[in-house]
């Protein structure tokens, strides 16, 4: 299985700092790029909704949520870093292929729900500021497809740094709003303690829930720490796991702040005057100049809104990329991987505005923050199994304490679904005209939703999980080759990657040579690691393909052919002709994946790049 996000995988050096301070510096970044996700604007209209309606009354639901948020993400965080997976390829290797599909197929759906929010934002936000069209707004965001993979081949620390100036300039931008607002700070706190109003207030606050605790950041944040290299002996771990709570706990607690400074505008400005039914962001940023009395209100809010909805957008885009390939062990090019996640955002919001309008904006962000809150338990669930396994996190599992917290707050997210699905159930069949239809589709439907939550809730506590180390090549090592045909070679070097084409590649390499001959398999980590350190690598996929290699000589030994090894690091264009070149072989076979065209632009080609390097004929197996 490929690293999470493989091009910037362990790729922030830890180490050798010269104190204790760039030390913990080292490790800062990946909680604010998940921290952005928790003050997108699905977020803005769930708060604004909630603070028109309700005054300061559900601010206890936004610090409940961000409690549940620090406990979640720090969980996700440790997976990462203990395992070295991210929470796709996790479940990925845990569970049958039928419910992967479905655990993807749902996280695919959050995720184009989140970016619907966050392009639909990012589009209000430009139509505001610079009075450009709703829909031409929406087109504007795929350049930040362009824009991330610029980013992203600067460095992941150069990412980091552009999201944290994007927070600090939705962080001041509220600081000011609070100072224009002057809110009634009795009644904030009087906020804090729980209460529910009405059944309203409950979709509102499942909605703040769902934009708070967001499925897409436990991926992404289970990927992000690999970017981190550190000493992986215990104690490197374990510091790592300290300095990443930190981390976390700084960035959240700002996303709270931001959070709670919307819901409070909202009811400081909206509430107060009695306007209970502004929903949408475009009808905020019109009331707050003569509301408020200041001109400058609705220019930070749109600049807010615009920088909200462009980091959301960037750390979407990854969440889906870790997505597609940790489930689905798809690797394909990282800028043809994000036009598809983009595209799965921008569609929907350009159908939704062309059929319906800008007026249902502020409906449609929050539908989509609840869609997110009825995804959570299916990527919760499988993560606190996941982190409680003491042998899948070799010691580092939570504590029983931490489990029982962890499972309360899923069975509070859990039972809350609920409790929405039944409501909205009960009122379609109250007010259809033909209620049978529902009673055939939709019921069943939640029903089958029902049942496979309850398969994951309890599938770990009656099989063991898979093994952590899975072999990734996809007929098992179980080759079938031939001993026949006439044999001229002698020295034969064979490259393989673990794929479908080794069979292929074998099989004609033995046609060649025979018994008599002396054959090398070669094989070339290709990781961010192995470029950027070679064979002083040290990483879970280098330790994975080091294992398949030995696999591979010893059952081929066993069977009577000569057998050596090499293991290369880099890239295979250039490490396997240094091998070869620098060898006695006669020939190298090499299998292909059979793909031509625009397939190779999108899988990318070895064999053209080696082709001209080396000093031996090439023979290409198809």
Known sequence: MSKSLEEVNQSVQTQNKSSIFRKILAFFGPAYLVSVGYMDPGNWATDIAGGSQFGYALLWVLLMSNLMALLLQSLSARLGIVTQRDLAQASRETYSKPINYILYFLAEIAIAACDLAEVLGMAIGINLLFDIPLIEGVLITVLDTFLLLFLINKGIRKMEAFIIVLVAIIGFSFIFEMIFAKPELHKVIYGLIPSMPNSAALYIAIGIIGATVMPHNLYLHSSLVQTRKFDRTPAGIKQALKYNLIDSTIALNMAFFVNAAILILAAATFYRNGMFEVAEIQDAHQFLEPLLGNKWAPILFAVALIAAGQSSTITGTLAGQIVMEGYLNLRIQPWVRRIITRLIAIVPAVVVILIYGESVTGKLLILSQVILSLQLGFAIIPLIHFVSDKTKMNGFHISKTTQIAAWIIALIIVSLNAKLVFDEIDGWLDTAENPIIIWLTVVPLAFSFLGLLLYIVFKPFITKAKHNIQNHSPHNLKLQFSKSGNYSKKNIAI?????????????????????????????????VGALMYGQNVDDHETTIDEKLLLEYKEMLSQKGFKMETELGFGEPNKIIPEIINSGNFDILVMGTHGHTGLKDLIFGTTVDKLRHKISIPLLIVK
């Open 495 to 527: 490259s393989v990657d673990f794929s479908s084409a080794d069979e292929r590649a074998i099989n004609n390499a033995f046609e060649l040579g025979g018994m008599d001959a002396e054959y090398t398999l070669i094989h070339v980590v290709e990781t």
